[in-house]
C-alpha cells in the first residue's frame, strides 16, 4: 500500500522568502510521485511529477521537488514566495502504470501556504 | 474553455435522497477518475474509467454509489439514500492514457451537502 505524510498542515512565509513543504512517502514498489495545487474554489493543478528519471524535478511557477530514496522523501521548495503562490499544496504518490491499483493516486491531506506581504 | 467540467457546481439535499453529478471530461482524453475530498483531507479515490469501461473501484463506493460512462465520454456519479457522511467535494478528472507521462486534469468539483 502506499501513502504520504505531509508534515505541517499550515506553513506561513514571508513574501520573497524560501518556501518548503515536506512530503514523506511509503510504497511497497518504487513511487510515482506528485505535486498539486488547489486555489479556493478550483481543481487541482499538476506542479510536477517525479517518475523514475532525474531525482530533482522541475515544475510550473517556478518550483522544484527532490525525490530522496533514503529519506523517502519528495520536498517541494521555491527560492522565492510570491503572493500568488497563497493556496493549499497537496503530496500524492502513485503505484504505478499496470497491473492492480494502478493509475490510483493516494493524496496526503495537504498543507495551506500563506504568504506574508 | 476545454477543461474537465463539472456539473453542478454546488448540491444541497436531504438524508435518504438520490443525487446524480455530471463529469464532462476534455474531449480526446480516454480516463476518467471519480475522487472524494472531504475537509482537511486530501482527494481519496473512487473509482475511474478507460473509455466506458469502469476498470477500478474503490472500497470506499459502497453499494449506494454507481457511475457509468456509457459512451466513452461524460460520466455520472449517482449516490443513493444519502447519508450525512457523504457530505464531500467530489472531483471528477481525465487524462489521456500514457504509461509514465499521464497527467491528469481535474474539475472544480461538485460540493454536495446532506443536511
Known amino acids: 500500500a502506499q501513502s504520504v505524510t505531509q508534515l505541517g498542515s499550515h506553513v506561513s512565509v514571508s513574501e520573497g522568502a524560501l518556501v518548503l513543504l515536506r512530503c514523506n512517502y511509503s510504497?511497497?514498489?518504487?513511487?510515482?510521485l506528485f505535486w498539486y495545487v488547489q486555489y479556493p474554489n478550483q481543481g487541482l493543478q499538476l506542479l510536477l511529477k517525479?517518475?523514475?528519471?532525474?531525482?530533482l524535478v522541475k515544475g510550473i511557477n517556478g518550483f522544484e521537488a527532490e525525490f530522496k530514496k533514503s529519506e523517502t522523501s519528495f520536498h517541494l521548495t521555491k527560492p522565492s514566495a510570491h503572493m500568488s503562490d497563497a493556496a493549499e499544496y497537496f503530496c500524492?504518490?502513485?503505484?504505478?502504470?499496470?497491473?492492480?491499483?494502478?493509475?490510483?493516486?493516494?493524496f496526503g491531506k495537504g498543507t495551506k501556504l500563506s504568504v506574508i506581504p | 474553455d476545454t477543461g474537465v467540467s463539472q456539473d453542478p457546481r454546488h448540491k444541497i439535499t436531504k438524508r435518504g435522497q438520490n443525487v446524480t453529478f455530471r463529469c464532462d471530461p476534455i474531449?480526446?482524453?480516454?480516463?476518467l477518475y471519480w475522487y472524494r475530498q472531504t475537509l482537511g483531507q486530501g482527494p481519496e479515490f473512487l473509482t475511474y474509467?478507460?473509455?466506458?469501461?469502469?476498470?477500478?473501484k474503490s472500497r470506499l463506493l459502497s453499494d449506494r454509489f454507481s457511475a457509468e460512462r456509457p459512451k466513452g465520454s461524460f460520466s455520472t456519479l449517482e449516490i443513493q439514500r444519502t447519508e450525512q457522511g457523504d457530505s464531500a467535494m467530489y472531483l471528477c478528472?481525465?487524462?489521456?492514457?500514457?504509461?509514465?507521462?499521464?497527467?491528469?486534469?481535474f474539475g472544480s468539483g461538485t460540493q454536495l451537502s446532506v443536511l
Open positions: 500524492a504518490v502513485m503505484r504505478g502504470y499496470s497491473g492492480a491499483g494502478s493509475y490510483q493516486l493516494t
Open positions: 474531449s480526446e482524453h480516454n480516463r
Open positions: 510504497s511497497s514498489v518504487p513511487p510515482y
Open positions: 474509467f478507460q473509455n466506458e469501461a469502469q476498470l477500478e
Open positions: 478528472a481525465s487524462s489521456f492514457a500514457q504509461p509514465d507521462n499521464e497527467k491528469l486534469f
Open positions: 517525479y517518475t523514475s528519471a532525474a531525482t
